[in-house]
């Protein structure tokens, strides 16, 4: 059970705040909540161990808002390390302070402190998420965020319900050693299953006890919008329920032109909105996650699933005698399904939220991939999976070399980045080759002369109001990966995608300028490329990085500095009074 402490918690306080007004609906409000961060012991799978949690729940508590409204929550860290809270996907205009990137944003509130982050939600609508944002701690620490229309009024038939559907992991190893273990390149730990809303489901069981399964409940004829949340360290998901169809409504807190479709596929910091009607014959039907992965000859790891329930009202308790209905999934190698369903998606565009920038003031091309560095001290090694190195991840080359005791934001802001970043991360890879070659797979033979990489600091500075293009590229430099990179304070859009190599003089042609989709996780496709725009409309240090964890932690990662406009509207104001320094949260900067 929770400790005391958190029964003296207020869930949430909600008070409403002069002004507001706008479409005619409901006055912003201030959302208030306070997240008491602890440790707590939890028992899957026949063995007890120790989780860490937010209010004694997992997931975590939902933070629902309407568009417009001020977010308060008080973080207390009753953990015995570090901690930051990120709001996933919310832009932070001019907030770039609260974005609670770990030594990106803030130094991380230490044991036994608190922080109070502070932050206005405008201009989006639909599902998002927050989740802690230092070491693998997000696997536990996470839970939804629902932005909901400020006029009430959705595009779509008002679903009866909302139920958020959040699908991640049960991870048995504490969190903070994996995290010591993947830093260090191993990468042998799994977790022991999927999870949908923190539940194992009942194909999971040891010693005849099987584990409990997410029920949802629901009435004939009646719609349900389904929240769909990746909160995995690991793995993209693909999600059916038996017997029902979805109508895929929005993603990443945006509008999607509504899509029909069987099944849904999420990955790590994607989330998608999903009409489901209840027009089956009362009764009870399963639901499955399935984490897919590139075949072999890339490294396998265990299959991962978890099944849930649908459960009519009304049906009878043997189901009439009947077999539950199983959803037909994909096979786990077949990544296709995931490809052709994001190819499919297109925004519901609205006019004052889907001006595509028509020029580009700066083009990268980004190379997603592997590389490995010598361990210890020595400058040269044996390559090629061997004790001598340590496996890393790299953007175009460069392995991000994460710091532990500053913040960038505050370096950046002071003027005292000297000797803690520079700002050359590179506009192209800078060595090219065939990147989708399966030869640079092991057994290999070609990646011996391309994996050598390094570690480093390198950020990438944008002017206010650039127009920006990203072509990245997932390559199969020791692996096959996909690749959802997400980009912390924007969203994108996502103009095309493709498998293979990225070629200009064709694929530029494809590009959709009409209603491409604003993501803040642009899933990379496995051996392919996808082309995002943006503009530089909102001042900060923004993060980004691939959202599978391994990857962050090996260095998939950069920061976007984007420098102030010309005016205090456009400007990044001074850290707000209660926002805690490095100092003062006990980190001595080098
Ligand atoms: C978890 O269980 C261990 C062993 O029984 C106990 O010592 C510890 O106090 C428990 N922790 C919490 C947070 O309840
Ligand atoms: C939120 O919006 C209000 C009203 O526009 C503004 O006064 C306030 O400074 C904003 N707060 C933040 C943290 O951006
Ligand atoms: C229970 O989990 C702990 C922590 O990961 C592990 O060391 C132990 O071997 C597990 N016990 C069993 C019976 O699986
Ligand atoms: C437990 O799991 C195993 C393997 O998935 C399965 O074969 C078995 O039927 C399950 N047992 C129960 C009681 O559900
Ligand atoms: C849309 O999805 C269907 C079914 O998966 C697929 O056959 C089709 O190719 C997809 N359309 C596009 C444009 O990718
Ligand atoms: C460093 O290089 C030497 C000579 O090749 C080798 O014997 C040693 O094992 C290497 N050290 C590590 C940590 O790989
Ligand atoms: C902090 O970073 C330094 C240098 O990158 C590294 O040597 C050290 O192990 C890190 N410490 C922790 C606790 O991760
Ligand atoms: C690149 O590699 C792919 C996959 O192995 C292969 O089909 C293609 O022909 C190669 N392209 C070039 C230009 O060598
Ligand atoms: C990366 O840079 C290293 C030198 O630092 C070089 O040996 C290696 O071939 C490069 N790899 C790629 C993929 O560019
Ligand atoms: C951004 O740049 C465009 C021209 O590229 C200009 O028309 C617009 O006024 C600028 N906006 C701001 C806020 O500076
Ligand atoms: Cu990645």
Redesign the pocket.
């Known amino acids: 059970m929770a400790a005391s402490f958190f029964l003296a918690v207020a869930v949430a306080v909600v008070a409403l705040a002069a002004g507001g007004g706008g479409g005619g609906g409901a006055e912003a409000a201030t959302v208030e909540h306070n997240f008491v961060v602890h440790e707590m012991n939890a028992t899957h799978l026949c063995n007890t161990t120790k989780i860490y949690v937010v209010n004694g729940q997992l997931p975590g508590p939902t933070v629902d808002v309407a568009e417009g409204d001020t977010v308060v929550v008080h973080v207390v860290n009753k953990l015995p390390h570090g901690l930051t809270i990120h709001w996933h996907g919310v832009r932070q205009i001019r907030s770039c302070w609260a974005d609670g990137a770990g030594f990106v944003t803030e130094c991380p509130i230490p044991p036994g402190r608190q922080h109070t982050y502070r932050f206005n939600v405008t201009g989006q609508v639909g599902t998002l998420w927050w989740h802690a944002h230092i070491t693998c701690l997000r696997a536990t620490i996470n839970g939804a965020f629902i932005i909901r229309p400020r006029d009430g009024k959705y595009p779509f038939p008002t679903p009866a319900k909302d139920v958020p559907v959040i699908i991640g992991e049960w991870w048995q190893l504490d969190l903070i050693e994996l995290d010591r273990r993947m830093m260090d390149g191993n990468f042998d730990d799994n977790p022991l299953s999927a999870t949908i809303n923190g539940k194992l489901g009942d194909l999971s069981n040891c010693s005849g006890t099987v584990e409990e399964s997410f029920v949802l409940d629901v009435v004939r004829g009646q719609t349900y919008l389904l929240r769909l949340i990746n909160t995995a360290l690991f793995s993209e998901y693909y999600y059916r329920v038996a017997g029902h169809t979805f109508t895929v409504v929005g993603a990443d807190g945006n509008y999607l032109t509504p899509y029909k479709t069987e099944m849904v596929t999420v990955a790590p910091g994607e989330t998608i909105d999903v009409l489901m009607v209840a027009d089956a014959p009362p009764g009870y039907y399963h639901m499955m996650a399935l984490a897919n992965q590139p075949p072999e000859p890339d490294l396998q790891i265990p299959v991962f699933t978890s099944r849930g329930l649908i459960r009519y009202a009304g049906a009878a308790a043997n189901n009439n005698g009947l077999p539950v209905p199983m959803p037909v999934m994909p096979h786990q190698h077949n990544t296709m399904p995931s490809y052709y369903f994001r190819k499919n998606l297109t925004a519901l565009a609205l006019p004052e939220r889907h001006r595509v920038p028509m020029h580009v003031d700066e083009r990268l091309f980004i190379t997603l991939g592997l590389g490995s560095i010598c361990r210890g001290t020595n400058k040269t090694c044996q390559r090629r999976r061997g004790p001598e190195t340590i496996v890393v991840a790299t953007m175009n080359n460069v392995s991000f070399l994460h710091h532990n005791t500053s913040s960038l934001l505050e370096r950046y802001y002071d003027g005292t980045s000297e000797g803690l970043y520079t700002e050359d991360f590179p506009d192209r890879p800078p060595r090219p080759y065939?990147?989708?070659?399966?030869?640079l797979i092991p057994p290999g033979p070609l990646e011996e002369a391309l994996e050598p990489t390094f570690k480093a600091t390198k950020l990438r500075r944008f002017k206010y109001n650039t127009s920006v293009e990203i072509v990245f590229q997932s390559t199969?430099l020791l692996q096959s990966d996909s690749n959802p990179m997400h980009l912390h304070g924007y969203d994108v859009f996502v103009l095309a995608q493709g498998v293979?190599?990225f070629n200009p003089k064709v694929d530029v042609s494809k590009f959709n300028y009409h209603n491409p989709q604003l993501r803040n996780t642009v899933q990379v496709p496995r051996g392919g490329w996808a082309a995002i725009r943006f503009l530089t409309d909102n001042p900060g240090m923004w993060y980004l990085h691939c959202h599978f964890e391994f990857h962050i932690i090996m260095g998939m990662a950069t920061a976007f500095i984007v420098e102030d406009g010309p005016t205090p509207e456009t400007s990044l104001p001074p850290p707000p009074p209660e926002f805690k320094r490095c100092a003062a949260n006990g980190f001595s900067q080098p």
């Open positions: 065939n990147y989708t070659n399966r030869e199969t293979g190599n």
